[in-house]
């Protein structure tokens, strides 16, 4: 299990975040929801070690991640899919996927891309192809592989529908469900509410860096605040309370 507990980052003298707590467990979607600036990336970031935390806790199952550098946070078994995919786009689909191994245990890295493969069969068609010449989706997809390379316990994906045409955002979101199904444990920050929603076990809002609700995905749908927060005043007025 993923534990963050009382997390407090700051920027020089801004606080981005005020003691956020979040946790997932394998199997499990952890929604992280939150307005423009609320300090979401922030505390994916301070948990992949990219950022220092100034207080607070990371731990896996026990072990204190907190403020360890990135790759051995990677190594623990955590891996964060940026905002923005950031796969390499001149290299290959084939090469992109064994920068994400670079941690892993090298007698294990061919059945981890067989497992990718069948995960993600395009990026098996797409191997030879210049990574940069995917659909977004697609290169999500690569995001993706390139993350479970590493054999990650954990994940942690930023946003993985952005910039996606309204079509596929589903297609993605089920493929991140997939891979919580098969064992993984998941704290997804996602703008799409609705569409975060369908696919998530729990749901963390968040605002201006302070925890404003915490509970499971159902009690989110007939939480009035959340409602109003993220799924606009529409779905508030479809709703019973
Ligand atoms: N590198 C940085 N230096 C200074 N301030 C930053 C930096 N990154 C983020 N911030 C500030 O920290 C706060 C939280 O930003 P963060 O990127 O974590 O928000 P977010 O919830 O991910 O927002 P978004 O929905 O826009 O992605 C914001 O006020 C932002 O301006
Ligand atoms: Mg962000």
Do not use: C
Request: hydrophobic content about 45%; cysteine-free.
């Amino acid at each position: 299990m993923l534990d963050v507990s009382d997390l407090h980052v700051s920027y020089g003298n801004v606080e981005a975040v005020r003691g956020v707590s979040m946790s997932t467990t394998p199997g499990k979607i952890t929604l992280v929801l939150g307005a423009n600036g609320a300090g979401k990336t922030t505390t994916l970031k301070a948990v992949a070690g990219l950022e220092k935390p100034v207080s607070g806790k990371v731990t896996l199952d026990g072990t204190d991640l907190t403020g360890l550098a990135p790759h051995k946070i990677v190594r623990h078994g955590v891996s964060l899919v940026p905002e923005g995919r950031r796969i390499f786009g001149p290299l290959t689909v084939a090469e992109n996927l064994r920068m994400g191994a670079y941690t892993a245990d090298k007698s294990l890295v061919a059945e981890t891309l067989e497992r990718v493969h069948e995960m993600f069969p395009i990026l098996q068609q797409r191997a030879d192809s210049a990574a940069g010449l995917l659909s977004g989706g697609e290169q999500q997809m690569l995001a993706f592989g390139r993350a479970l390379m590493a054999q990650p316990k954990i994940m942690l994906l930023d946003e993985p529908s952005m910039g996606l045409a309204p079509a596929i955002v589903d297609s993605i979101l089920a493929k991140v469900r997939q891979m919580a199904d098969s064992g993984i444990g998941i704290l997804m920050v996602e703008q799409n509410a609705e569409a975060g929603l369908d696919v998530a076990d729990d749901v963390v809002a968040v605002a201006r860096g302070e925890v404003i609700f915490a509970g499971a995905a159902s009690e989110a749908r007939d939480n009035s605040a959340v409602l109003r927060a993220f799924l606009g005043e529409a779905a508030l007025a479809g709703s019973d309370d």
